[in-house]
């Protein structure tokens, strides 16, 4: 099967033309975002308590590291 130049041209004159219209017809659906945006808030003491756990696991891994490099 063969392909010519005509129908390639003509199918991307036909996207081009889609493009344009949707872009002219819908301007605010591509301003919106493509997820939904959520606010999340949590309490001062479960922030304290995440602060924690991250400190926590990041002196782990550096206990870690420094436990491998003594080991080499």
């Not at 949707?22 to 605010?28: A, G, I």
């Amino acid at each position: 099967m063969e392909i010519s130049d005509f129908q390639v041209q003509s199918v991307l004159r036909t996207y081009s033309r889609q493009l344009l219209r949707t872009k002219l017809t819908s301007p605010s659906e591509q301003d919106a975002q493509p997820f939904p945006v959520f606010k999340v808030s949590i309490s001062e003491v479960a922030q304290q308590h995440l602060l924690m756990d991250r400190i926590r696991s990041q002196a782990m891994e550096q206990i870690n590291r420094q436990q491998e490099d003594t080991t080499k």
